[in-house]
Nanobody, 127 residues
Framework: QLQLVESGGGLVQPGGSLRLSCAASGVTLDYYAIGWFRQAPGMEREGVSCISGSGGSTNYADSVKGRFTISRDNAKNTAYLQMNNLKPEDTAVYYC????????????????????WGQGTQVTVSS
């Protein structure tokens, strides 16, 4: 059973940076696409970014393009989300999720395509 654990969240000032990590255990991550999602209070969960199992394909929500970078290190069974130039509207609980690579539509950030979810990590951007 694949288990995911996020870390790296915290409080940061506008314009600051954070790097989130998503550590997997239970199975090798190579065959899974990884997505990062976020959910602000009172809002629906939304896709932020995703990456294919090999790392060769990535996709970003328009709101984070040019500021966030997704990556993965399959040798460490870990995925990352580097977040730069953070804005107050980026405040949310961030979740990583894994989708079976054999059924995942490349670039998809549809929640229903992701079968495994972490518990989330809080990111707060405030002065």
């Amino acid at each position: 059973q694949l288990q995911l654990v996020e870390s790296g969240g915290g409080l940061v000032q506008p314009g600051g940076s954070l790097r989130l990590s998503c550590a997997a255990s239970g199975v090798t991550l190579d065959y899974y696409a990884i997505g990062w999602f976020r959910q602000a209070p009172g809002m629906e969960r939304e896709g932020v970014s995703c990456i294919s199992g090999s790392g060769g394909s990535t996709n970003y929500a328009d709101s984070v393009k040019g500021r966030f970078t997704i990556s993965r290190d399959n040798a460490k069974n870990t995925a990352y989300l580097q977040m730069n130039n953070l804005k107050p509207e980026d405040t949310a609980v961030y979740y990583c999720a894994a989708a079976d690579g054999s059924s995942w539509n490349p670039g998809s950030m549809w929640l229903y395509e992701y079968d495994y979810w972490g518990q989330g990590t809080q990111v707060t951007v405030s002065s």
